[in-house]
Every structure is written in structure tokens, then in C-alpha cells.
């Protein structure tokens, strides 16, 4: 015994890969936090950096394609469940094909399931899965770009923000439990009988919204806002792998999935820029990825970052429209402000996960998360 563990002893000190194989932190000298404030080229812009910097404790990144697809019957089965529906009945009402549009139809007492997905050059694009309740006392305000228009939890809803996690949780866990909570919003509420809700101007009902990612090789893929821009329309051909649920006062509301798609061949990266590369090109676009903002609000303008994170982002492949691969990348998470004469600071970007830079890991290429490359 003695001498076996001698022997492994001996290859652990030979190859110290094998004992302890470096983190990704590690690999690329991330710090843990990173403070800095800098100005742009012009002296017009501040750029305040107080972030923590989010690295996954894995060892191993990946580049994984990634193609649409339709969702399939089993998922649709626990998208129902979400509701928690005993004894969900599944049996198509109807299936329509409509030129390129191919869409089911689910209906019970209780709720309205819809998937569909549009056919375009053999991929499919615009896939989704909605769920809903029928007998709706609401019009909602919904929009796929989590909105927060004012702090605090949802105005005359019963459910506190806690609570309403709590509720939507539960539901993530049934219909996608490999995705993972990602950022939060808020939703106004209209009456479909066309009373008026409001207290006072602008005072409506209001509900949350909760967003749910996939993990994938120990890395959850975030939730940007900048990805789901335009009211829902993205610049993309297909939108994100999300999972949104709403909850109103009389619980779940609603239940939207984006994004099905097939995990194909996954290549490790082989190298990363180290961290200080990354932040040596963070700091010489990010003026100029905001020059508008600058341009606008001259001597004023702020650029606050208080979190940088590296995580997985889809981009398209130009030579394949239709297929898509997850690299890694830095995002520089944040808000655009300006700064007032007493020195409070105005933010103009107070919706979730607000990317102010993208960076790919791996060449240090910028991406522009609105058009996926």
C-alpha cells in the first residue's frame, strides 16, 4: 500500500496537470475584483470600473455548436406541467402548416399551449413555446427585453419579489431544469375589461417577469438586454435559448420558451487571452463603443461598469447562417449615466444585464451581442 501511494505521489509532483489542473481563473490571472477609472481619447467621458469579476471555477471551456430546432413533444409535456397540471392532455387540437409556418395547438379548461417555428432553408428560426392562461384578466405590457422602470417589487401585486421567484422557480424546475435563474423584471397590467388601474398617472398594475438560461459545461448562458432589444424583434435569425415566466396576483400568468436547439460536437479551447489583454482592449473600446453617449452629454457622460463576467455567447456562423456556436467571452456588464452638478450620477440603463462591451476570449474579436458576431 505504502508503496503504491508512493508511486502516485511521484507521478502527481511529475505531472501536476494531472494533481490539480489549473482554473480557468488561474489560466488567465483573473483578479477577483477590479477597480479603475479612466477617460476617454477626448478627456469627455469617464469610465468608472467597480466590478467583481466573474470567472466559472471550471478548469475547461469549450466552443459547442449549436442548431435551432422545434421543440419536441416531452418538452412541451413539462412546459404544461409548469402549470401543474395533474394530467396534462396533450393530444393536438390541431396542427396547422401555413407556408413556412408550422404551428400546434393544446387547449384545456385551464390553459392555451401554442409552439410553432418557421422552415427556412431547411433550419428553423423564431422557435417558440407559449403557454398561457385562458381565462386572461389581464392585457400585458409584456416585452421579451426585462424591464425595470422603477426600483422596488411590482406595484399592487400581492406577491413580493421573493415570493414571486419563489413561485416562478418552481415552475423552471418542472418545465427546463437545466436552466437556471437569470434576471428578473417588471410588466404592466391592463384590464381586458378596460377599467383603469391606475392610482395616479403612470401608477399601473403591475406583475414580474423572470428569465431562466440554459447551463452548459458548468457555465449558465446570461440573460443580456441587449440581445432582446426592439420589443422581442431581434437583429438575430433566431432568438436566445429563454425561458420567461410571469406572475401576476393570481400567480402564474404566463410561460414563454425561446430558443430550442440541438447541442452538436463541443472542441476545447485549446488558450484564452490572458485577463490583462482583455482589459487593455475593454479599455480602448469602450470609449468608442459609446461615443454617442459621449457625443451627447460632453463632460458629463459616464460609462459605470460593476461586473465583469466570463460565460458563453452564441454566435453565428457567417459560412452557416442557420447553425450557431457558444465561445467564450468577457462581458462587461454596466450602465451608461451622466453626472449631475451636485455629482449624483443619473443611470440611463437600469434594465438587467446590461452589456456595455462583449469581448471573444479567445482573439479578443468584439461582438456585437444584437447581431450575434
Given at each position: 500500500m505504502k508503496k503504491a501511494i508512493s508511486v502516485i505521489l511521484i507521478i502527481c509532483?511529475?505531472?501536476?496537470?494531472?494533481?490539480?489542473?489549473?482554473t480557468i481563473r488561474e489560466q488567465v490571472n483573473a483578479p477577483e475584483t477590479l477597480q479603475d477609472t479612466f477617460t476617454s481619447n477626448t478627456g469627455r467621458m469617464t469610465i468608472d470600473i467597480n466590478a467583481a469579476v466573474i470567472v466559472p471555477e471550471i478548469s475547461t471551456l469549450y466552443e459547442i455548436d449549436v442548431t435551432p430546432r422545434l421543440f419536441n413533444n416531452q418538452e412541451l409535456t413539462q412546459l404544461v406541467k409548469g402549470f401543474q397540471q395533474d394530467d396534462p392532455q396533450l393530444e393536438a387540437d390541431y396542427q396547422v402548416l401555413v407556408g413556412d409556418w408550422k404551428q400546434y395547438e393544446y387547449k384545456n379548461a385551464d390553459i392555451h399551449l401554442t409552439a410553432y417555428g418557421r422552415a427556412d432553408n431547411g433550419t428553423w428560426s423564431d422557435v417558440t413555446a407559449k403557454c398561457v392562461i385562458n381565462d386572461e384578466t389581464y392585457l400585458t405590457g409584456y416585452m421579451s427585453a426585462l424591464q425595470r422602470w422603477h426600483e422596488g417589487p411590482a406595484a399592487h401585486c400581492r406577491y413580493t419579489l421573493e415570493e414571486a421567484k419563489a413561485i416562478a422557480d418552481q415552475a423552471a424546475a418542472i418545465v427546463a431544469p437545466n436552466y437556471a435563474f437569470s434576471a428578473w423584471g417588471l410588466m404592466e397590467l391592463y384590464p381586458r375589461d378596460g377599467s383603469d388601474t391606475r392610482t395616479k398617472d403612470y401608477d399601473y398594475l403591475e406583475g414580474y417577469q423572470f428569465c431562466y438560461t440554459p447551463v452548459l459545461e458548468g457555465i449558465q448562458i446570461p440573460y443580456t438586454t441587449n440581445e432582446e432589444e426592439s420589443?422581442?424583434?431581434?437583429?438575430?435569425?433566431?432568438?436566445?435559448?429563454?425561458l420567461y415566466i410571469s406572475i401576476t396576483d393570481t400567480g402564474i400568468y404566463e410561460i414563454r420558451w425561446y430558443g430550442a436547439q440541438e447541442i452538436g460536437k463541443k472542441t476545447p479551447v485549446a488558450a484564452l487571452l490572458s485577463f490583462e489583454k482583455i482589459y487593455e482592449i475593454a479599455q480602448m473600446i469602450l470609449p468608442l463603443a459609446h461615443m454617442e453617449h459621449e457625443k451627447y452629454y460632453e463632460n458629463a457622460a459616464v460609462l459605470i461598469v460593476d461586473q465583469i463576467q466570463l460565460n458563453y455567447c452564441r454566435i453565428q456562423r457567417r459560412d452557416k447562417p442557420g447553425q450557431f456556436v457558444m465561445t467564450p467571452v468577457w462581458d462587461f456588464f454596466g450602465s451608461r449615466a451622466v453626472e449631475n452638478e451636485d455629482g449624483t450620477m443619473r443611470l440611463f440603463d437600469i434594465n438587467p444585464n446590461n452589456s456595455l462591451l462583449t469581448v471573444n476570449a479567445i482573439d479578443g474579436t468584439v461582438i456585437d451581442r444584437n447581431y450575434g458576431y
Open positions: 509532483l511529475l505531472l501536476p496537470g494531472i494533481a490539480l489542473a489549473e420589443s422581442g424583434l431581434t437583429l438575430q435569425p433566431v432568438r436566445q435559448a429563454r
